[in-house]
């Protein structure tokens, strides 16, 4: 009796999900370098640098935050726990580079030209927040359009005979279970886009976590779908988060195709400032390991170690920061509301007859 | 000037498109080496090259997905869905992208996306390939829908469609694509995305109609000529916006109006031009306003297409008593 068998599923499984689990690392919790070779690659001044970017991205999320709460904004996505994430992956691309953020990636999208002010206006919900001077789409609030859109933009970008221009975009691992980010992967792909597609994994989905998302042991492994190389890398670690991102940037560039990303990061707070409480659905104890891995904490010790950073001076930054923060606020609560004339004008080039129609009758309520 | 099918007044446009403007981009399933799954696209990818003229992997949104970032950086984008009952999968891309990127940037940028589908039953296809959808994307603001019923305006139309700088839902009636031929011009020329067209001139009864049903309507109407019964056909053309200028005159004229539609009755077009109407023309109407539209079923099995698609006969009988009120 011969028992042999064709497949062995239980290691194909077990391989699929080991192939893509080591999260590239270089600085540890304790601010350690656990990789000397790639922490070669920086300069004191980067690395004060992705600090500053770091300590903005916080102080940004506490203000916005504390204007939230005072009723002076509309949606936010808080950003907390994910400073790393964002900040180490937006600052290795480009200003030629083709942003397609999610709703949550407003702190990228300041960095790649929007305003403070500008974001603030999205949040409260006015056309300005989406006219800023940046190459990019508004946040996208239907999850995994913007991958999709963003395999188009890198087509463009490819077909316009572009040098050294991207496009990337962001979602969560909830966002990798969506049709539309395959679809954008494997877009990318076959015609072998430019494309730097960021999975930030926080672990949740809202209240679902990301065990139940999806069978496979990692996200990146989902690159494999779409015949694109992936890498994990540990998201509470901006040197690892940049040096993924550039290098990524820099194959997408040079016209091999795409590349994806999966950041492993934490959200620290609520999913959105509209009454989500992480409470009724996840433990302190899940909580606390990731309050240890504190992007700002890692690199705050190796630079203060090194002298090249202190408390005095974060508290400086911080306190300035938000001085710009409450800056911008005034400025966005100065711009004039919408006019219903002014919304019907912009819905297509040429005014259709209903439409014109309407414009009349608003512009005679408004000048009244 | 010579005869030619709907189809291939559909590819001449085309041609001129890509052929004027070096940013017009044709692409879908099967467009590009095969010439398109019903040679709308025939010959295009060895005349403007694969960079132009491609296929791509099968996925509705990833290629409507794909046009919204073409068009953000710089190109004319004329996807096409293989069949309409596939547009499904793309709907966010149309209702909830496209549509809305003019509105949301105030103008700064803009999605010049042609969406090219065949519609419309009557050729025994499998399930969910000869759908009405249009009822799905004339209610969504900044987009416009047209469908042209003769060959004439397939060229003028889908070249107006692709220059049109806002989303375009160009809608191909299957039915004609070969059945219906005419005269069509070599050189170019445009039919406005806006306005209807008198069809026939008339003077007892104004019948709306649009797509497959216009030639019903016509059939109906020399049916009707010889008990004396004048009918006007209007071919609406545009679904949105709809050219009530056109059809007021008409009512004015004739007092009487039937509304045609292949799809299903409810909440279709003809109920927009009911409304539309009854606000702007009722005063001119001796009879109710009457649609003649498919029953609220889904779309038939290809066996009962011939008792469910709304023929000239149905039309007829509709016309009869809404002149004999």
């Known amino acids: 009796m011969a028992d042999a068998k064709a497949v062995d599923f239980a290691k194909i499984k077990a391989e ?12 540890d919790n304790d601010g350690k370098v656990v990789n000397k070779e790639l922490m070669a690659n920086f300069t004191d001044d980067q690395l004060v640098d992705l600090m500053k970017k770091m300590v903005w991205e916080r102080a940004l999320h506490e203000q916005t935050m504390s204007f939230s709460q005072q009723g002076r904004l ?14 180490g992956t937006a600052a290795a691309f480009k200003k030629q580079d083709f942003l397609f953020p999610a709703y949550r990636d407003l702190p990228q999208l300041i960095q790649h030209g929007a305003t403070v002010a500008q974001m603030y206006l999205w949040s409260k919900g006015h056309v300005k927040g989406n006219l800023f001077d940046a190459r990019a789409l508004r946040p996208q609030i239907i999850i995994g359009a913007q991958m999709v859109e963003m395999a188009g933009g890198a087509l463009g970008i490819k077909k316009n005979g572009e040098k050294d221009t991207v496009a990337y975009a962001y979602t969560g691992e909830g966002g990798s279970s969506q049709g539309d980010t395959y679809e954008g992967m494997n877009f990318a792909g076959v015609f072998q886009a430019p494309a730097v597609f960021i999975i930030q994994n926080n672990g949740w989905a809202i209240s679902y976590p990301r065990k139940l998302q999806t069978e496979a042991e990692t996200i990146a492994q989902k ?32 016209g091999n195709g795409p590349v994806l990303i999966e950041t492993l990061t934490y959200r620290f707070g609520a999913h959105s400032s509209a009454g989500d409480d992480p409470s009724r659905y996840r433990t302190k104890d ?18 203060t170690e090194k002298k090249l950073w202190s408390e005095e001076e974060e508290e400086k930054y911080v306190a300035e920061c938000k001085d710009d923060f409450k800056k911008a606020m005034k400025e966005a609560d100065s711009v004039e509301p919408e006019k219903v004339s002014d919304m019907l004008k912009r819905t297509f080039e040429v ?18 | 000037m010579a005869k030619k099918t709907y189809i291939k007044a559909i590819t001449e446009g085309i041609d001129i498109a890509l052929a004027e403007d070096p940013k017009t981009l044709v692409f879908g399933e ?22 132009r003229v491609f296929s791509t992997p099968l996925a509705e949104s990833g290629i409507l997905g794909l046009s919204i970032g073409l068009a953000v950086t710089g190109w004319r984008p004329v996807p096409e869905i293989q069949f309409s009952g596939f547009i499904f999968e793309a709907l966010d891309s149309i209702v ?34 000869a759908d009405n959808f249009e009822n799905f994307v004339i209610g969504v603001p900044g987009l416009r829908v047209v469908t042209p019923s003769s060959a004439y305006d397939a060229k003028g139309l889908i070249i107006s469609a692709i220059e049109n700088n806002d989303p375009v839902v160009f809608l191909e009636n299957l039915r004609l694509y070969r059945s219906v031929k005419g005269e069509v011009p070599d050189d170019k020329y445009t039919v406005p995305l806006d306005k209807a067209n ?72 003809g109920a927009e031009v009911a409304s539309a109407i009854s606000e702007g023309a009722i005063m001119y109407l001796d009879a109710p306003i009457t649609r003649v539209a498919a029953p609220n079923s889904v779309y038939p099995f290809p066996q009962a297409e011939n008792v469910w698609i709304p023929a000239s006969k149905d039309i007829e009988d509709a016309v009869r008593e809404v002149v004999n009120y």
């Open chain 2, 96 to 129: 909830s992208q496209m549509s809305r990127i003019r509105f949301q940037y105030n103008g700064t940028k803009n999605a010049p996306i042609t969406i090219r589908t065949p519609y419309g039953g009557g050729t025994h296809t499998a399930e969910l390939h």
């Open chain 2, 30 to 51: 099967d467009v590009g080496k095969n010439g398109g799954v019903f040679r709308a696209t025939n010959g295009l990818q060895e005349k403007y090259g694969e960079d």
């Open chain 1, 16 to 27: 699929e999900g080991a192939a893509f689990a080591k999260p590239v690392q270089i600085l």
């Open chain 1, 223 to 254: 690159g494999v779908a779409a015949g694109i190389p992936a890498v994990q890398v540990d998201g509470m670690d901006v040197l690892a988060c940049y040096e993924v991102a550039k290098e990524a940037r820099e194959f997408a560039a040079a």
């Open chain 2, 198 to 269: 008198v069809v026939q001139e008339g003077s007892d009864v104004t019948i709306i109609a649009y797509g497959g049903e216009v030639s019903e309507a016509q059939k109906a109407a020399k049916k009707l000529a010889k008990d004396n019964i004048s009918a006007e056909i209007i071919d609406l053309r545009s679904l949105y916006p709809l050219d009530t200028d056109t059809i007021f005159e008409s009512i004015k004229k004739t007092h009487h109006v039937v509304i045609v539609q292949e799809a299903q009755k409810q909440a279709g077009v």
């Open chain 1, 351 to 368: 005014p259709t007859p209903d439409i014109k129609e309407q414009i009349k009758k608003y512009e005679a309520k408004e000048s009244k």
């Open chain 1, 74 to 87: 509309g949606f936010y996505a808080p950003t907390w726990g994910e400073e790393a994430s964002e900040m």
């Open chain 1, 286 to 303: 899940e909580e606390k390991p990731w309050f240890d891995k504190d992007p700002l904490i890692r690199l705050r010790k190796y630079l």
